[in-house]
């Protein structure tokens, strides 16, 4: 498919019969493309940006929409300091105002905000504001929408073995003990359904650093839009190609045993 091709309305009937399965209870999307998108408009790369967070508005109305449990979205890496600094402001401002104008409206609508990512001395105003975000919608029981903030996957299994190493060291656990289910409960994400559904867009077919333990057993989705042009049908094209996906868990398909 090209890239920015809408996505075809009809999926097939032999297709439409795996896509009544069940869907992805967690969904995490690579939000790329936003450079890309600025550059084929003749715009400045911040105007890429901007039209992004429209793109996110739009994916956690549809998800709600269409009743998927959590998304997570990757907002900034551990990687993206390597930005020009002009752009990593633009691109902390961005977050902020986003938190300031929708937080509130999240919060009515029953959405709950995780943040993940190791928390960064860099910017204040984005930890205090991050944080009011989880702190006023802790309760709530609507979508889990999970924002990955100077987030790398590596950076996460690191902090989760120092966690683990230290109980160790204070006599709580014995190293031949630790079961995966310990480190997934150290992770960033352990308060998290399991990782059904990874979509990147902008046709870039890579993790990027992105939780690496969680898609193990993930469905990958590439998508050929530019982030700033998703949007519901693209959504639902990736949940219709997961739909379509055999999981296997390394085990046989049900029909072959
Ligand atoms: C995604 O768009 C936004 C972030 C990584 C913060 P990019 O800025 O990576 O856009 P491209 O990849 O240059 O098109
Ligand atoms: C991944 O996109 C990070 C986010 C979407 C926040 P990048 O654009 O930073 O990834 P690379 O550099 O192409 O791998
Ligand atoms: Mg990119």
């Known amino acids: 498919m090209k890239l920015g091709a809408r996505p075809s309305a009809s999926i097939g009937p032999?297709?439409?019969?795996?896509?009544?399965?069940?869907?992805?209870?967690?969904?995490?999307?690579?939000?790329?493309?936003?450079?890309?998108w600025a550059r084929a408009h003749g715009l400045?790369?911040?105007?890429?940006?901007?039209?992004?967070?429209?793109?996110?508005?739009?994916?956690?109305?549809?998800?709600?929409?269409?009743?998927?449990?959590a998304v997570t979205i990757y907002s900034f890496s551990s990687e993206n300091w390597s930005r020009p600094a002009a752009e990593i402001g633009e691109l902390m401002s961005l977050l902020k105002r986003f938190i300031r104008s929708d937080l509130r409206d999240l919060h009515t609508k029953n959405v709950r905000v995780r943040i993940i990512g190791e928390r960064h001395p860099s910017d204040n105003e984005v930890q205090a504001l991050l944080e009011e975000a989880e702190e006023l919608t802790r309760h709530n029981t609507g979508l889990n929408l999970t924002v990955a903030f100077n987030y790398g996957g590596r950076n996460e299994i690191l902090r989760a073995a120092r966690k683990l190493a230290a109980e160790i060291a204070a006599g709580r656990l014995e190293a031949s003990q630790i079961s995966e289910q310990d480190l997934a409960g150290a992770l960033d994400t352990a308060d998290l359904p399991p990782l059904d559904l990874v979509i990147r867009t902008s046709g870039?077919?890579?993790l990027s650093n992105f939780l690496l333990w969680q898609s193990a057993y993930a469905e990958l989705v590439f998508l050929p839009v530019l982030w700033p042009d998703f949007d519901r049908s693209w959504l639902e094209q990736a949940l219709a190609e997961y739909a379509r996906r055999d999981r296997r868990f390394g085990g046989l398909d049900p029909t072959e045993r």
Not at 26 to 31: C, P, Q, S
Not at 45 to 67: D, Y
């Open 14 to 36: 032999e297709k439409m019969s795996r896509a009544g399965g069940a869907g992805p209870r967690h969904v995490a999307i690579i939000m790329d493309g936003n450079g890309r």
């Open 44 to 69: 400045p790369r911040a105007e890429g940006h901007r039209r992004g967070v429209e793109a996110v508005r739009r994916t956690i109305a549809a998800a709600r929409e269409l009743g998927i449990e």
């Open 204 to 206: 870039e077919q890579r």
